[in-house]
């Protein structure tokens, strides 16, 4: 049964700094992974995806890269900004289990401080 | 092109009333997906749908919750009786297509609150 999961579970740092939160997973047998953001109240914005065939992905600010035989995946955010404040969550469809479920990590609680 | 719709926003019900979600997926896409997030705890998938199909349920309780995307409106995740260990955050999401390469689209979610 694949399990996801994220530390550290909060993380707090002054505005400007550079950061990476962690993602692990217990089974390498994935189609993807992905990076999702969620604000408080509201739903999940997808960020990253990145193909079990790829190492990295990046947009923006943000470069996520994953490393299947290890079963890990990190989320770089350069520079941070009081924006960036939210909750962040990495998720895979595993490939045994069916594409279309995703199991979540209970996520990563990002505070930038101005 | 509006994103996944969910209504309402906001439920309260009391004990042993019924609940009823609604999802609009996003224009064209044709499969649904719920998932529940408990307090203080990740998503967890339920229920995959498309147009008249339940694909996958299996993260679904055996009782008193159910699920349907008709051919026509929204779809539509119903408990029944609520307790109020179903107070929770519940997540439609859509996708264009099934596969691994699609990713889905979240709405908003309903905040459940039963008293």
């Known amino acids: 049964k694949q399990e996801v999961t994220q530390i550290p579970a909060a993380l707090s740092v002054p505005e400007g700094e550079n950061l990476v939160l962690n993602c692990s997973f217990t089974d390498s047998a994935i189609y993807n992974l992905q990076w999702f953001r969620q604000d408080p109240g509201k739903g999940l914005t997808s960020l990253l995806l990145?193909?079990?065939?790829?190492r990295e992905q990046t947009s923006g600010r943000l470069n996520a890269s994953l490393d299947k035989s290890s079963g890990r995946s990190t989320l770089y955010i350069a520079a941070s900004q009081p924006g960036d404040s939210a909750t962040y969550l990495c998720?895979?469809?595993?490939?045994?289990?069916?594409?279309?479920?995703?199991?979540f990590g209970q996520g990563t609680r990002l505070t930038i401080n101005p | 092109n509006a994103g996944v719709m969910q209504n309402p926003r906001h439920l309260v019900r009391r004990r042993g009333q019924e609940a009823r979600l609604r999802c609009s997926p996003m224009k064209g896409h044709s499969h649904v997906y719920w998932y529940r997030q408990l307090p203080e705890e990740g998503l967890k998938f339920m229920v995959y749908?498309?147009?008249?199909?339940?694909?996958?349920e299996s993260g679904m309780p055996k009782e008193r919750f159910s699920a349907e995307f008709p051919k026509e409106g929204p779809s539509i995740l119903r408990i029944q009786q609520v307790v109020r260990g179903d107070s929770a955050a519940y997540f439609c999401?859509?996708?264009?297509?099934?596969?691994?390469?699609?990713?889905?689209?979240f709405g908003p979610g309903t905040r459940l609150l039963v008293l």
């Open positions: 998720a895979v469809p595993p490939l045994i289990q069916g594409a279309q479920k995703l199991v």
């Open positions: 999401a859509s996708s264009p297509y099934s596969g691994w390469q699609e990713t889905q689209y």
């Open positions: 749908l498309q147009k008249e199909n339940i694909i996958d």
């Open positions: 990145i193909q079990s065939s790829q």
